[in-house]
């Protein structure tokens, strides 16, 4: 009998060699910054649902506690793609960073707003003339805070600023060491709770447009482009699955995240999970440019071409839609 052993010691009911099915391509590992926000929504339930293997995709994950944190691991050379809003991105770029702008994954215009107690004084948002506001340096924390002081004619001047961790801000209000905060969720809504009657939240929904984006550093997205293809193919599966069955969305992230199910109800619907890239990413990176160079919080005086740190080509590759920006 001839010997077989080389493709398969097993024979079918026809007496024929079995071939060996070929080893499974291994999974190419990544590692992704991303946040325990909200806005982070579409990652967590394609590591949860399993679209980033369906892909090809290792994903290791590093949670951080708000974007700024993310981007930075990704400047570290810890990671190589982060969750985080444009905020940062901009910060970044004027200090000459060499960052892409993947896609968006989130846009809010209800997620920043500034959460006080009104028995520091505050009833309207003129009320925060000369109280002591905590805000999160360098995010869209202070941008907002910034934006809404202006809109109600009170100078940075006018207030007493005091910067704050994300994470220390709701000790911060309960212990009234400031008056209030500018935060995002969940912090704020958290902040609102635990204040009950005593809390109030000052939004602005026509001031300010958050975008919530996957950035990594430009070689990254140039020496890579098939997996970062793959992993927007991966969003785009959760942003269906987000879409079609909300309710178990929520409960992968209360599971993934360790927040109360009910919190998350509680902000689902001041999101809107899809991956895209229009001009408002543009618009805002150039009025956040303009805000920091007034304000001293840039040392670059010249407004860069934002065009040039936007890497649309992948999103454009599978959901051609998506890409709306004038170029």
């Not at 060699?17 to 590692?31: D, M």
């Not at 869209?140 to 002081?149: A, K, M, N, P």
Request: a neutral charge; charged letters at 25%.
């Amino acid at each position: 009998m001839q010997n077989v052993s080389r493709i398969g010691s097993h024979r079918n009911t026809r007496g024929l060699p079995e071939i060996s099915p070929p080893s499974p391509v291994p999974l190419q590992k990544i590692t992704v910054a991303y946040t325990y926000q909200p806005q982070c929504t579409l990652v967590h339930v394609a590591a949860a649902k399993g679209y980033f293997a369906a892909e090809g995709l290792e994903v290791q994950q590093q949670l951080h506690t708000y974007g700024k944190s993310a981007l930075q691991s990704v400047l570290d050379g810890k990671a190589d793609l982060a969750t985080v809003a444009e905020t940062p991105v901009m910060f970044n770029i004027l200090k000459g960073e060499k960052i892409f702008v993947i896609a968006n994954i989130d846009a809010s215009t209800t997620n920043n707003a500034i959460v006080g107690r009104k028995n520091a004084g505050l009833a309207t948002p003129r009320n925060l003339k000369g109280k002591r506001i905590g805000f999160a340096p360098g995010t869209t924390s202070e941008f907002f805070l910034d934006s809404l002081l202006t809109a109600n004619g009170i100078t940075r001047q006018e207030i007493k600023p005091v910067a704050l961790k994300p994470d220390e801000m709701l000790d911060a209000v309960m212990a009234q060491k400031v008056d209030a905060v500018s935060i995002w969720n969940y912090p704020l809504s958290l902040i609102n709770k635990q204040l009950g009657a005593n809390g109030i939240i000052f939004y602005d929904k026509e001031l300010y447009t958050e975008t919530f984006n996957i950035a990594s550093k430009q070689d990254f997205a140039k020496n890579n482009p098939e997996t970062v293809k793959r992993f927007l193919r991966a969003l785009l599966k959760a942003e269906k699955f987000v879409t079609e069955h909300a309710d178990e969305a929520q409960s992968i992230m209360s599971l993934a995240t360790r927040i109360d199910k009910d919190l998350i109800r509680d902000v689902w619907s001041n999101f809107h999970y899809q991956l895209e890239l229009d001009q408002m990413l543009l618009i805002t990176l150039e009025d956040e440019t303009r805000w920091a160079m007034k304000n001293k919080l840039a040392e670059q005086a010249e407004m860069p071409d934002y065009r040039s740190y936007i890497y649309s080509d992948a999103l454009k590759a599978v959901k051609p839609e998506a890409v709306r920006m004038n170029r």
